[in-house]
C-alpha cells in the first residue's frame, strides 16, 4: 500500500510541489513573516496530499467504502529513506545564478540550482550575455546610485558591502559556505540597519527577517533552527554588542544544519545556504 501511495504522489507531482528537502517530505508555502519559503509536511498536511492523490477504499465483508487515507500508511511514507520528489534546497525572490553559468528565471521549481524561484516583474528583461556598457551602468548604479552616500571607512568596506549585495544572487553557484557579513559603526545613527536592508532588498524584495540572539545557547540554537527551516536567503541578526556563541559559529561554519523539528521528535538536515 505504501508503494500504490508513493507511486499516486509522484504521478500528480507535475509540474512538482511535493519535494524531499531536510530529510522530510516538503512544500513551498508562504510562512508567518510573508516571505515563501521550505515546509515540511507533517501529518495531516501528508494526508491531505494523499487524500487527494488517489481515492481510497476500505474493503469489509467484502463491501468497499471511500474512506481517508489509514494512518499506519501515512506514517510509513513520512518515514521512508528516499522519496521520488525532486531535491529542494532553497526559495530565491529573484533570478540566480547556477553552476551551469546560466541564470535562472523561474518562475517555480528550476532543478539546475535545486530552488524555487518566485515569479518577479522584469525577470525577462536580464540578458544572459552582458555587454561593457551593461556592466559599467550597473557598476555605476551599484556603487555611487545606490551606495555613495554611506560614509565606508575605505574601498574594502564598499567591497564587501557590495559582495553582500551580490550573494543571494550567486549563491546557488557557490558549492561550499560563505561568511557571516559583519557592519559596524562607530556611533549609533550611522545607518547600519539601512544599509543592511538596502544591499538585501535586490535579492529579497524586502526588508530581510531579523534574529535576535537568545539568552542561552539552547534558546539561541531554537531560532536559528526555525530561520534556517524557513529557507530565508538571508538573515540579519540585528543589535549585536557582542559575538560570543558557538551556536551561531556551528551554523555560520556547518555546510548541514542538523537539529531536531519544534515540536516534533523528527531530526531536520538542513543544508546551510542562508
Excluded at 110 to 129: H, Y
Aim: glycine share 8%; hydrophobic share 45%; proline share 9%.
Amino acid at each position: 500500500i505504501t508503494k500504490d501511495a508513493i507511486d499516486a504522489l509522484d504521478a500528480v507531482n507535475q509540474p512538482p510541489s511535493l519535494f524531499s528537502a531536510y530529510g522530510a517530505i516538503a512544500r513551498v508555502r508562504t510562512l508567518a513573516d510573508g516571505l515563501p519559503g521550505i515546509e515540511p509536511l507533517g501529518r495531516d498536511a501528508l494526508k491531505g496530499a494523499l487524500a487527494r492523490a488517489a481515492t481510497w477504499y476500505r474493503t469489509t465483508d467484502g463491501r468497499s467504502t471511500l474512506c481517508f487515507p489509514p494512518d499506519p500508511v501515512v506514517a510509513d511514507v513520512a518515514s521512508l529513506p528516499t522519496w521520488p520528489f525532486p531535491e529542494l534546497e532553497g526559495v530565491a525572490t529573484a533570478p540566480v545564478l547556477g553552476q551551469d553559468g546560466r541564470i535562472h528565471r523561474g518562475p517555480g521549481y528550476q532543478p539546475a540550482v535545486k530552488t524555487w524561484i518566485v515569479d518577479t516583474p522584469g525577470r525577462d528583461e536580464i540578458p544572459n550575455k552582458v555587454t561593457a556598457e551593461q556592466a559599467e551602468a550597473a557598476r555605476h548604479l551599484l556603487l555611487e546610485d545606490l551606495l555613495g552616500d554611506f560614509p565606508f571607512v575605505d574601498d574594502a568596506d564598499r567591497a564587501n558591502a557590495l559582495a553582500l549585495m551580490l550573494l543571494p544572487f550567486v549563491r546557488p553557484a557557490i558549492d561550499g559556505l560563505t561568511p557571516l557579513h559583519l557592519i559596524e559603526a562607530p556611533t549609533e545613527g550611522t545607518g547600519k540597519g539601512l544599509l543592511a536592508e538596502v544591499l538585501l532588498l535586490p535579492a529579497l524584495g524586502r526588508d530581510p527577517a531579523i534574529l535576535t540572539m537568545g539568552r542561552d545557547d539552547e534558546e539561541t540554537r531554537k531560532r536559528i533552527t526555525a530561520a534556517l527551516a524557513g529557507s530565508a536567503p538571508a538573515i540579519l541578526l540585528d543589535n549585536v554588542t557582542r559575538l560570543n556563541s558557538p551556536v551561531l559559529a556551528a551554523a555560520i561554519t556547518a555546510g548541514t544544519w542538523v537539529d531536531r523539528q519544534l515540536g516534533q521528535t523528527r531530526m531536520l538536515h538542513i543544508p546551510v545556504r542562508t
